[in-house]
């Protein structure tokens, strides 16, 4: 997986408060089925019929946005519960900051006070699960991810011939933790390399494999979410799921399969 130069988006943006804001909240859910609905009707109308029987084998993103359910990041919302977006310079672009850590969002929260008078004392940081930004995306709305510096750190120790920084947020997985359970196959992938560690040292301890730790992959989590969608069944790619920083694998999918 390619890395570039890693860059703060708090740092690279101007960060002046765009009229155009997202809304989010209770209509959420009758939004995503919109969607899911025009997605569907969009891709029988674009697609030739030489491509249409290779289309249904691929992933849907329905099953891409499954296995991201759990885990949340942070953004900024105004009082309507709306997306607070940023702009680049010209005011070409506008995105969604979401934050992999609170604290990041607090410190955005903090710069979107500070340069708007009507949001001093409106907005607040509030959390979104990664499922509803992925069908969000689908929708056509942009998002810019700002990862965990930790987690950054963490990647680039094990990709050390990436010095010149990581591109997106890094992801962990290790074949050693791959599971099955009611005749489905479960490829965990982790937020957290202190989370994944920890798994390992268990499997290490029961099965006594020698360096258990040193069976880690390290990708970005946009990567891994492009080659998905690009997937077709049964090649492994739908047996992905993504654990919510501090879980374990087991606890996971308990709680998905209940």
């Known amino acids: ?8 988006p708090l740092l690279s943006f ?22 899911r609905r025009a997605l569907a009707q969009a891709h029988h109308n674009l697609l030739s019929p030489k491509h249409a029987l290779a289309a ?4 849907g993103s329905h099953h891409v946005a499954k296995s991201l359910v759990g885990t949340s990041v942070y953004t900024v919302s105004n009082s309507n519960n709306e997306f607070v977006l940023i702009s680049d310079a010209d005011g070409a672009k506008s995105i969604g900051l979401l934050c992999f850590r ?3 969002a607090q410190a955005f929260l903090a ?19 990664l499922d509803q930004v992925y069908m969000l995306k689908v929708e056509g709305i ?9 987690q950054i750190k963490n990647a680039l120790e094990l990709k050390p011939a990436n010095k010149g920084g990581f591109d997106g947020v890094p992801v962990f997985q290790s074949e050693l933790l791959v599971v099955k359970k009611k005749n489905k196959r479960y490829c965990p992938v982790y937020f957290s390399k202190e989370d994944i560690e920890q798994e390992l040292s268990k499997v290490a301890r029961t099965s006594r494999v020698p360096g258990a730790s040193q069976h880690i992959v390290v990708g970005s989590l946009e990567d891994v979410l492009k080659k998905m969608e690009m997937s077709e069944r049964s090649t492994g790619w739908e047996d992905l799921i993504f654990i919510p920083p501090g879980k374990s694998h087991s606890q996971h999918i308990q709680e998905i399969t209940e």
């Not at 249904?56 to 992933?59: E, G, I």
């Not at 942009?142 to 930790?150: Q, W």
């Open 142 to 150: 942009a998002f810019r991810f700002l990862p965990d510096p930790v």
């Open 102 to 104: 609170q604290e990041d």
């Open 56 to 59: 249904t084998a691929t992933l």
């Open 1 to 8: 997986m390619e890395s570039r130069g890693h860059s703060n």
């Open 111 to 129: 710069q979107v006070r500070s340069r708007s008078r009507e949001l001093r004392s409106k907005a607040r940081v509030v959390p979104i699960t």
């Open 14 to 35: 101007s960060s002046f408060i765009h009229q155009h804001c997202v809304r989010v909240g209770a209509d959420l859910a009758t939004r995503l089925d919109d969607t």
